[in-house]
T-cell receptor
Framework: EAQVTQNPRYLITVTGKKLTVTCSQN?????MSWYRQDPGLGLRQIYY???????DKGDVPEGYKVSRKEKRNFPLILESPSPNQTSLYFC?????????????FGPGTRLTVL | GQNIDQPTEMTATEGAIVQINCTYQ??????LFWYQQHAGEAPTFLSY????GLEEKGRFSSFLSRSKGYSYLLLKELQMKDSASYLC???????????FGGGTRVLVKP
């Protein structure tokens, strides 16, 4: 089944404890992206990747890192999480950067930083 | 940058029609997407418009006017399962970046 998977789905952690949220897609998509979703603010892009080893900042990159060593994986790293990073996180992928390329979203990761 | 506005919430009755408006101001435009998102779940693709006019897909239709920076999503014959948030997203001219509006929560009542 074609899908985007994320792990973990739920995570409660404490300030300063490094964590990684994994994202994987099995559709051979070139483009991958991370969003956070907060009430009243909608989905905001954190980082994106146009292809392997190519990553760039989105609208809210502060406090996050990403890597794209393989086409299928795009992990999100929080080196020193803070309470303002408590949010619902979505990973998404699309085939390429062409005109019509819908993004497929993962199931989401609900992160709470105490 | 992009600025995308849509109403926060709408209520409608089962079997009725609801129209969700989206206005945008952009420095570049490469199409407009509508996504549906049920509470706590991932957004799922509904429609894509890049040319002016109406795109119809079953009970859902989406309209675009590029000159007015305006789109709407029309939901017909509303069903209880249509209760969800509807997200308007504009694709920038460069790259694959999507900028989302805040979403419109639609509540369908019996």
């Amino acid at each position: 089944e074609a899908q985007v998977t994320q792990n973990p789905r739920y995570l409660i952690t404490v300030t300063g404890k490094k964590l990684t949220v994994t994202c994987s897609q099995n559709m051979n998509h070139e483009y991958m992206s991370w969003y956070r979703q907060d009430p009243g603010l909608g989905l905001r892009q954190i980082y994106y990747s146009m292809n392997v080893e190519v990553t760039d900042k989105g609208d809210v990159p502060e406090g996050y890192k990403v890597s794209r060593k393989e086409k299928r994986n795009f992990p999100l790293i929080l080196e020193s999480p803070s309470p303002n990073q408590t949010s619902l996180y979505f990973c998404a992928s699309s085939l390429s950067v062409g005109l019509y390329n819908e993004q497929f979203f993962g199931p989401g990761t609900r992160l709470t930083v105490l | 940058g992009q600025n995308i506005d849509q109403p926060t919430e709408m209520t409608a009755t089962e079997g009725a029609i609801v129209q969700i408006n989206c206005t945008y101001q952009t420095s570049g435009f490469n199409g407009l997407f509508w996504y549906q998102q049920h509470a706590g779940e991932a957004p799922t693709f509904l429609s894509y418009n890049v040319l002016d006019g109406l795109e119809e897909k079953g009970r859902f239709s989406s309209f675009l006017s590029r000159s007015k920076g305006y789109s709407y999503l029309l939901l017909k014959e509303l069903q209880m399962k249509d209760s969800a948030s509807y997200l308007c997203a504009v694709k920038e001219a460069a790259g694959n970046k999507l900028t989302f509006g805040g979403g419109t929560r639609v509540l369908v009542k019996p």
